[in-house]
């Protein structure tokens, strides 16, 4: 039976000239998807921040496997992370949890 | 992995260092070829430097002129001065007499339409028609979607759309670059490519367009700049004394 709600994750790798944290990211990530797409858009993408390194600088986000596109619009286009010079790229999605930690594993070796 | 490449790269080649950190910040981030711009003036010696730093992080460098003429007249001259001295010609049309101009001329490469605000979209469809007879490729330059933002990034998105539509009506094939100066706009150009969903281009033009598409011009011009060319359709395929046809 499908499921009634399908979500991409998605890994993303956090560039930033200065420091920063969950909150700051989150902002970063919402101010972007709230410009490009509006409250509307930003309703469709029922994103979720799942983890966050800050060691190694990169989060998993949940979304939507319909607001995909959207959200990775958005992500690329974070210029800025709490007034600091910031880039986020795109490493992996995946349709699980599991199966994105597998092939970031697969990916770090 | 793709074979990713970026036609556009425009460091301030007096800042050495700033030079070195954008080609080596995109070698990082997977281009395996980098096009870089440079003024009309530049001699032997700076551009063998800049193909140095390339070279020491393991990418290729593409040299390439921008012509940016207020007249088809100078714009001419300049092409027939500099062809041959870069491997891709691309100009920048701030006018419709400048697009169809370079558009039905096949020494021209890219066609670029910089942002000018609201108003004028010089990539019309007689142009378009042109291009695609000469070959010519539409240039997008990603990096004003990055700095820009409200109303100006609207026009900017509503103007690419336009033109994207117009470019896949008369088969003109697209090549995006990052057009950047700073090393914090500098994205993967998978990255580019989740950002050209906004102008209506799906994953896989996208991917083309910095892949395939930028290869295609780079080596038709490396076959046209070698001394083996002769004419289109006809290169010398062995020299020496044993090249008698039997």
């Given at each position: 039976?499908?499921?009634?709600?399908r979500?991409?994750?998605?890994?993303?790798?956090?560039e930033?000239?200065?420091?920063?944290?969950?909150?700051?990211f989150?902002?970063?990530?919402?101010?972007?998807?709230l410009?490009?797409f509006?409250e509307?858009?930003?309703?469709?993408?029922?994103l979720?921040?799942i983890e966050?390194?800050?060691?190694?600088?990169?989060?998993?986000?949940?979304?939507?496997h319909?607001?995909l596109?959207?959200v990775?619009?958005?992500?690329?286009?974070?210029?800025?992370?709490?007034?600091e010079?910031?880039?986020?790229?795109?490493?992996?999605?995946?349709?699980?949890?599991?199966?994105?930690?597998r092939?970031?594993q697969?990916?770090a070796? | 992995?793709?074979?990713?490449?970026?036609?556009?790269?425009?460091?301030?080649?007096?800042d050495?260092?700033?030079?070195?950190m954008?080609i080596?910040?995109?070698?990082?981030?997977g281009y395996?070829?980098?096009g870089?711009?440079?003024p009309?003036?530049?001699d032997?010696?700076?551009?063998?430097?800049?193909?140095?730093?390339?070279?020491?992080?393991g990418?290729?460098?593409v040299?390439?002129?921008?012509?940016?003429?207020?007249?088809?007249?100078?714009?001419?001259?300049?092409?027939?001065?500099?062809?041959?001295?870069f491997?891709?010609v691309?100009?920048?049309?701030?006018?419709?007499?400048?697009?169809?101009q370079?558009a039905?001329?096949?020494?021209?490469?890219l066609l670029?339409?910089?942002?000018?605000?609201?108003?004028?979209?010089?990539?019309?469809?007689?142009?378009?028609?042109?291009?695609?007879?000469?070959?010519?490729?539409?240039?997008?330059?990603?990096?004003?979607?990055?700095?820009?933002s409200g109303?100006?990034?609207?026009?900017?998105l509503?103007?690419?759309?336009?033109?994207?539509?117009?470019?896949r009506r008369?088969k003109v094939?697209i090549?995006?670059?990052?057009?950047?100066?700073?090393?914090?706009?500098?994205?993967?150009?998978?990255?580019?490519?989740?950002?050209?969903y906004?102008?209506?281009?799906?994953l896989?033009?996208?991917?083309?367009?910095?892949?395939?598409n930028p290869?295609?011009?780079?080596?038709?011009?490396?076959?046209?700049?070698?001394?083996d060319?002769v004419?289109?359709?006809?290169?010398?395929?062995?020299?020496?004394?044993?090249?008698?046809?039997?």
């Open positions: 039976m499908p499921r009634e709600i979500r991409r994750y998605i890994l993303a790798k956090i930033c000239e200065g420091e920063f944290d969950e909150a700051g989150s902002d970063a990530v919402w101010t972007n998807i410009k490009l509006g509307y858009g930003a309703s469709q993408t029922e979720g921040i966050f390194d800050l060691e190694t600088k990169q989060a998993i986000l949940r979304c939507s319909k607001a596109d959207l990775k619009a958005s992500l690329a286009s974070i210029t800025k992370i709490k007034n010079r910031a880039s986020v790229h795109l490493q992996l999605v995946s349709g699980t949890l599991k199966a994105l930690r092939k970031a697969r990916a070796k | 992995m793709k074979f990713y490449v970026d036609l556009h790269l425009c460091p301030r080649l007096e050495h260092a700033q030079t070195r954008l080596k910040k995109s070698a990082e981030l395996k070829a980098l870089i711009s440079f009309l003036t530049i032997q010696k700076e551009i063998e430097m800049v193909k140095g730093f390339c070279e020491d992080v990418v290729d460098l040299t390439r002129i921008d012509l940016k003429t207020r007249t088809s007249a100078e714009m001419l001259k300049n092409l027939r001065s500099l062809r041959r001295r491997e891709v691309a100009v920048q049309c701030h006018s419709k007499t400048i697009a169809r370079a039905k001329d096949r020494r021209v490469d670029s339409f910089p942002f000018a605000g609201m108003g004028g979209c010089f990539f019309d469809n007689a142009a378009a028609e042109l291009a695609s007879k000469a070959l010519s490729f539409l240039e997008i330059d990603m990096a004003p979607l990055l700095y820009l109303l100006q990034r609207s026009h900017f509503t103007a690419l759309r336009k033109e994207v539509s117009t470019a008369f094939p090549v995006l670059s990052s057009g950047v100066s700073d090393v914090s706009l500098l994205r993967k150009a998978e990255d580019y490519a989740s950002l050209a906004l102008f209506n281009l799906d896989h033009e996208a991917r083309q367009a910095f892949s395939d290869r295609v011009i780079i080596e038709r011009n490396r076959r046209k700049l070698s001394r060319y004419a289109p359709g006809i290169y010398i395929v062995k020299r020496g004394k044993d090249c008698r046809v039997r």
